[in-house]
C-alpha cells in the first residue's frame, strides 16, 4: 500500500526472550501486511534459545534492540522510547497480526485526527495456530473496564505516539496488568474507537504469562482496579472466574485428547 500524505507511519513494538518456537511466525505477521510505512522494533532481553540467531537474520523493517533489563515493561519502555512513527502497536514475540490490519486501523488514523487509540476484536489460537475462540470487545469506557477487568486484547490496540507519551511510562512494578494499568490511563483522557473485527491472534498455550499465571494476573488486575478508583465487583469476580475456567478447560483438553485418541 502506498502512503498517502495523511496516513501514518507504524512503529510496532515487540519485547522478546526465549520465543524461538514463534518469532518467526510474529515476524512475518509483520512483515507480510501491505503497509510499507512501517517499523518493527524488538527489544530482547538477551534470548538463550535461538531466538536471537532468528531475529540477527531478520530482514527490514525489523530492528533489533538489545537490553539487560528484566521484564516486559522494561522492554516496552525501551522500545516506546525509540519508535519514530505516529502510531504505535505493541505485539508479544508469541502473537500474529491478521493480513491487512495495519491498512485498516491507518485509515481510521487518517480519517480523524481526534482518535487516539484504535482497537478491535482479537483471535485466540492455539500453539498450530489454530482459532479456539474469538474475543469481541465492543465499545469500551473507563466504568466499563473498572467494573470488568482488562476486556481489551493487548495485540489488536494501536496508539498515537503523542497520547502515549503524555500517558507516561509503563508501571515496571506490575508483571502482569500493564496494559490494564495503560489502557485506564489513555481512556480518561482520549478518543478510543472500536474496529468490530478480528485485528489480532493471541496465542494461548499453557506456559504463556496469562495461561500460567493466573492468581498472579487477579491480585495485578485489583490493584490497578483500585488505583484508578475503582472496586471489587461481582462483574469482576464473574470476569476472573470465567477466566479460570478458560485456563482449567484449555490445560485438560489437550490431555483429555491424547487419551482419547491413544
Not at 28 to 53: K, P
Not at 164 to 180: I, K, N, Q, T, V
Request: aromatic residues 10%; positive net charge.
Amino acid at each position: 500500500m502506498g502512503m498517502g500524505a495523511s496516513y501514518p507511519r507504524v512503529s510496532i513494538v515487540t519485547p522478546s526472550l526465549n520465543a524461538a518456537p514463534f518469532i518467526e511466525r510474529t515476524l512475518a505477521s509483520v512483515r507480510n501486511q501491505i503497509y510499507q510505512c512501517l517499523e518493527h522494533i524488538v527489544v530482547d532481553h538477551y534470548s538463550t534459545d535461538g531466538t536471537l540467531d532468528i531475529l540477527q537474520r531478520a530482514a527490514p523493517p525489523v530492528r533489533l534492540v538489545m537490553d539487560r533489563g528484566r521484564g516486559i515493561a522494561r522492554a516496552l519502555n525501551v522500545a516506546f522510547g525509540l519508535v519514530e512513527g505516529d502510531v504505535v502497536g505493541w505485539l508479544n514475540a508469541d502473537d500474529l497480526y491478521l493480513p491487512r490490519t495495519l491498512e485498516r486501523i491507518a485509515a481510521v488514523f487518517a480519517g480523524d485526527p481526534t482518535i487516539a487509540v484504535v482497537y478491535g476484536d482479537c483471535l485466540f489460537v492455539d500453539l498450530d495456530d489454530h482459532i479456539r475462540w474469538t474475543q469481541r470487545t465492543g465499545d469500551l469506557s473507563h466504568e466499563r473496564l473498572l467494573r470488568q477487568g482488562n476486556v481489551v486484547p493487548q495485540p489488536a490496540v494501536f496508539v498515537r505516539r503523542d497520547a502515549l507519551r503524555r500517558a507516561g511510562p509503563m508501571d515496571e512494578s506490575l508483571r502482569f496488568a500493564l496494559d490494564f494499568d495503560l489502557w485506564l490511563r489513555l481512556i480518561r483522557e482520549h478518543h478510543f474507537h472500536y474496529v468490530p473485527e478480528p485485528l489480532a491472534c493471541f496465542r494461548w498455550h499453557r506456559t504463556s504469562l496469562t495461561a500460567s499465571h493466573g492468581f498472579g494476573s487477579w491480585r495485578e488486575a485489583i490493584r490497578v482496579v483500585r488505583k484508578h478508583g475503582g472496586g471489587v465487583t461481582p462483574a469482576l469476580a464473574f470476569a476472573y472466574l470465567r477466566f479460570l475456567l478458560t485456563v482449567t478447560r484449555q490445560r485438560f483438553v489437550p490431555f483429555l485428547r491424547t487419551a482419547r485418541d491413544a
